[in-house]
C-alpha cells in the first residue's frame, strides 16, 4: 500500500482529519513518528484492533451493559413511536389550520358583503324616505 493510501486509510478509520487528533484519540499511537510508513502501518494495526476489539465487545457485552443497551433500545423505539406520532398530529393541525383559514377567509367575504348589502339597503331606505 502506498503511503497515501495509508494514510487515507488511517484517517478515514480514526475518522479524524489530523496527525494530532489521531495520537489523541489513541493512546499508543502518540509516540510514533508519523513522518515514517512504519508508523502509518502501527498505527492502522492499533486502530483495527480496537475497532475489532470493541465489535467483539459489542456482541457479547456484559449483563449490566445488555440491560442497558435494551433499555436504551425501549427508549429510542418509543421516541420514533412518539416522533411519528407526533409528526401526524403536526400535519393535521396544519390540515385544521388551512381550513380554519380558508374559512375565516369564506367569513370575510360574506361579512364584507353583508355590510355593502346593509350600506345599500340604507341608501334605499334613505331614497324612500326622501320621496
Do not use: H
Amino acid at each position: 500500500m502506498k503511503f497515501q493510501e495509508l494514510k487515507s486509510k488511517v484517517y478515514e478509520l480514526a475518522k479524524v482529519p489530523t496527525t494530532q487528533q489521531l495520537k489523541a484519540k489513541y493512546e499508543e499511537i502518540k509516540t510514533l513518528d508519523m513522518r515514517r510508513k512504519d508508523s502509518w502501518e502501527k498505527a492502522l494495526t492499533v486502530i483495527q484492533n480496537q475497532q475489532n476489539e470493541f465489535e467483539t465487545w459489542l456482541e457479547n457485552p456484559p449483563e449490566e451493559y445488555k440491560d442497558l443497551f435494551s433499555e436504551i433500545q425501549e427508549a429510542s423505539q418509543k421516541y420514533d413511536q412518539k416522533s411519528t406520532e407526533t409528526k401526524q398530529i403536526a400535519k393535521e393541525v396544519l390540515m385544521m389550520a388551512n381550513s380554519l383559514e380558508a374559512l375565516a377567509g369564506e367569513c370575510q367575504d360574506e361579512a364584507a358583503q353583508i355590510e355593502e348589502e346593509v350600506k345599500v339597503s340604507r341608501r334605499v331606505r334613505k331614497q324612500a324616505e326622501l320621496n
